[in-house]
């Protein structure tokens, strides 16, 4: 197995808007996902069902890509640090970014863990959370 080649290719489905497309093609059946935050979702369909949520949030896609890319074809594992810049429905630009560590299972993806960090929020976003959060204190 080649993964670099792999990631690469599933890659480039995503940057041509064919998420849904990559996801069916390289994640196994029992794929376990991993937010950042420590949130799993365990199987295909419940990541598959996270996926079209978050592209229901997307109002348009301004551009994506990937950055660096490592495999370790003897331990199954491709790491890749990608981009995507967008504004959601609510308005909000943001750009995304994060590094994503697979393990694969013969072609398919069995785990994927996340690191990100949130976009910052505006000034003006960040008042009213801090306002909200004193309202609710009261």
Request: hydrophobic share 35%.
């Amino acid at each position: 197995m080649n993964h670099l080649e792999d990631v690469k290719k599933m890659w480039d489905l995503i940057g041509h808007g064919k998420l849904l497309e990559a996801f069916d093609k390289y994640y196994h059946n029992d794929v376990v996902q991993v937010e950042a935050s420590g949130e799993e979702r365990k199987g295909k369909e419940a990541c598959r069902k996270f996926q079209n949520e978050f592209l229901g949030m997307i109002k348009e896609v301004h551009g994506s890509g990937i950055g660096s890319v490592a495999a370790n074809d003897r331990d199954n594992i491709t790491i890749a640090e990608t981009w995507m810049d967008v504004t959601m429905k609510d308005g909000k630009r943001s750009k995304m970014e994060e590094v994503a560590v697979q393990k694969w299972e013969g072609d398919k993806i069995i785990h994927e863990r996340f690191y990100y960090n949130m976009p910052p929020q505006s000034p003006q976003a960040e008042l009213e959370t801090q306002s909200s959060g004193q309202r609710a204190r009261k």
